[in-house]
């Protein structure tokens, strides 16, 4: 089975410009999360999104914002760039939401430079 | 929302020797507590999980406690490998809205 698929790997772009990365989760999953990693800062929870809905939602400005498509895919749009948004934004898939969790599954994330 | 917290923030460990990271979490909604080990330019993979339900959970050389009333889990590595080296991630939460540490930067040395 394939995993967590994003893409682009690598992406550079100047301030002021607008980003959109993208996540294909593995088969049959259902729920995809979107984290932003950078060093010291740990994984800070950007959004999460199950049959096309946002349920939850971190503290980062409107600047950040998802969507999810009738397939699961995801894509994560960040405008108005900023030097402080270059991180590793990470996609994690989970079968589905409720109290008897999947365990989330990585990408290997997007690392964004903004210049 | 839920708020964890993670120490040490590196951790330094003789082969051999054991490794015990500690988290602490603030919603006790959260009922789901996975950690994750992410190797240097990899993507963080789990590693063990547990439930609220339970207390202790163990996988050969690795096992985790939760403690409810407290609200907090710990990591445990016993008889380190040098290959056990990276950065250890806990994370609380329910449903998918899962919360992490900052993250424990553990290095054994053989």
């Known amino acids: 089975k394939a995993g967590v698929t994003q893409t682009p790997r690598y992406l550079i772009k100047t301030r002021g410009q607008q980003v959109t990365l993208s996540c294909s989760p593995i088969s049959g999953h259902r729920s995809v999360s979107w984290y932003q990693q950078t060093p010291g800062q740990g994984l800070q929870f950007l959004f999460e999104?199950?049959?096309?809905?946002?349920?939850n939602k971190g503290n980062f400005p409107g600047r950040f914002s998802g969507r999810q498509f009738s397939n699961s895919r995801s894509e994560m749009n960040v405008s108005t760039l900023e030097l402080g948004d270059s991180a590793l934004y990470l996609c994690?898939?989970?079968?589905?939401?409720?109290?008897?969790?999947?365990?989330?599954?990585f990408g290997n994330g997007t690392r964004l430079t903004v210049t | 929302g839920e708020n964890v917290e993670q120490h040490p923030s590196t951790l330094s460990v003789q082969e051999g020797d054991s490794a015990v990271i500690k988290c602490t979490y603030s919603?006790?909604?959260?009922?789901?507590f996975p950690w994750y080990k992410q190797e240097l330019g990899k993507r963080p993979q789990l590693i063990i999980d547990i439930r609220s339900n339970v207390g202790e959970k163990k996988d050969q050389r690795i096992a985790v406690t939760l403690n409810k009333t407290a609200k907090h889990f710990s990591l445990h590595i016993t008889e380190t490998q040098p290959e056990d080296s990276a950065v250890y991630f806990c994370?609380?939460?329910?449903?998918?809205?899962?919360?992490f540490g900052a993250g424990t930067r553990l290095t054994v040395k053989p």
């Open positions: 919603d006790s909604a959260s009922n789901y």
């Open positions: 994690a898939s989970g079968v589905s939401p409720g109290p008897y969790n999947s365990p989330l599954h």
């Open positions: 994370a609380a939460g329910e449903d998918n809205d899962m919360r």
């Open positions: 999104y199950f049959s096309e809905t946002q349920r």
